[in-house]
């Protein structure tokens, strides 16, 4: 209903963009109402919320975290996340809003929802209302106009009531914008060691008692991948479908109804000389990159070769190329490169570009004029889409009529012996991780194959390719091979894992010895003959962080301070150990913009906001009276 509950009440996971009318369904639903019961699933001081309100909001929770996993959800995770307890207290939730706003004394017109109806593009047709478009709507989902434009003003007055509980913060002082300014923008910088494992390799020399019994211990992981040798019947699209003759008129009547999809838009070859420069740079970051690109362009307009210019000074990744973003439509570049590609002539060079990225001077070497692919171009593309689309009937028929067949004779050997004419595919052992190409290394194949117990026959099964039938022929067991087997892999993964503690253990020695001695960090290092290294300035969220101080570690570098300069515990990323040493802190190097201060003021605002509809809520929360059905502690 409500953007703010929709965050609080679903994981970030199961958050997606929901069509206006299915999120007002939730009040009067056209699911099924859960076994059928009459009474409340959950009561909201006088507001009974019902198990078909449940049932629904529920099934539009699931149905956005399915959408997630390209719409099956994994085994569990529903569980995981409580989408039940979820529902139930965006349903609560909203009721309160609907409540307090009654209380304040708020209302919806019907001006107010005529507008907000007029306004939705499902009920639109080229852009204007369309009052049939509105009725077929509501009538395919079997809703009234007043239901639906009841169940509307629930949403609107849900969103007055947060709008009114906001607008008792309106406020973000200046000191606060730029407290968060500079907390945001402020840098800091350490010396840090890394703990390299790699490092260590060489002092792990395992004895063979050592490694039979890490091997006794971990043998596990070295247990061989299941094995299977299949027979399979394959009804393949690709197969049946070169089958088919397509007439030449199916083919014209094809082109002629997309003929949209063989237009072809017009194209430009364009290179471009970049001098970065991003609205978080200074001014003064600015001005220095303008200035080197309009001494480029006079070179570039003086008859210098455009390519070697580029090599030599574009700042962007095409500079080895000579700058050659090769073929784009228009819209495919940010817009004031692409107003200014598609504003030239070929062969003409443009004046200075500013985009975010940077500072650009572009040539035009080519335009691709737009056309329509020619029906004699398109013709054998048409031909295989028209005999897929006449196959993948025909394989199924073909599939269920084999697979009938071989019910009826008792088993795939009999059913060969009476279609010796069968296309019948044997493979040898393999892995699931190393299936062989083709319909055998489809993820639908490769499941139902996996499931198999050995000589049992599958049932039909869909594939991206066509159907399947699989008979599991012999079934190779995972083993755990001997020590001798695999003692290259054991040792090293030993030596590997006994280096690691090795890192980690000096790592938090030189934690210690540092703080036992006053944190005479570089002294101890320096003792101990260790390499330390410098980060530069770090700043939080920085997206093109190039400091080789890791950007995961950079927020706990935030947390050090004089009076505790040393991290607390080593760092770690990709298996190596960091320790590193607070060195300064600095405020922002460049002053808040008027468009940083509007941003940070709207951010301040919003937090605020919410602050105060989160302690509204639970106010609200923890006097009403709220019941839920006890049947739903077992939904």
Partial sequence: MLEFLRKRAQSIVIQAIVVMIALVFIFWGVGTNLMNRQEAAIVVDDEEISFQQFQQAYDQAYTRLAQQFGGTVPKGLAENLNIKQQVISQLTQEALLRQGGQEMGLMVSSREIQEEIENMIQFQDNGSFDIERYRTILASNRLSPEKYEQSLRYELLGTK??????????????????????????????SYIAFDPDTYVDRVDPTEEELAKWYQENGENYKTEKQIKLEYLPFLYSDIGSKITIEEEAVSSYYDQHITEYQVPEKRHARHILFRATPEDSEETHQTQLAKAEEILEKARGGEDFAELAKANSEGPTAITGGDLGFFTEGQMVKPFNDAVFAMDTGEISEVVKTDFGYHIIKLEEIQLAGVTSLDDARAQIITTLQLEQAKPMAFQLANSAYEAIIGAGSLAAYLEQQPDAQLVETDFFRRSSAPSGVTADPAFLDRAFELQEQELSSIIETGDGYVIISAEEIQSPQTPGLEEVRDEVEKDYRAGKASELAKKEAEQLIAEAQENGFEFLNIAQNKG??????????????????????????????????????????????????????????????????????????????????????????????????????????
Avoid: C
């Fill in 530 to 635: 260790l390499v330390v290294e410098e980060s530069g300035s770090l700043i939080k969220n920085d997206p093109e962080h190039s400091s080789a101080f890791p950007q995961s570690l950079v927020t706990d570098a935030f947390r050090l301070s004089v009076s505790a300069p040393v991290s607390p515990e080593p760092g770690i990323v990709d298996q190596t150990y960091y320790v590193y040493h607070f060195n300064d802190r600095r405020p922002p190097e460049s002053a808040m913009s008027d468009e940083d201060r509007a941003r940070y003021k709207e951010l301040l605002l919003q937090f605020k906001q919410q602050r105060i509809l989160d302690a509204w809520l639970r106010n609200r929360q923890a006097k009403a009276d709220i019941r839920i059905h006890k049947s739903l502690e077992n939904y």
């Fill in 161 to 190: 009531t947060i709008e009114n509980i906001g607008a008792f913060s309106q406020v973000a002082t200046d000191f606060e914008i730029e407290e968060l300014y500079n907390l945001e923008k402020e840098t800091v910088s350490v």
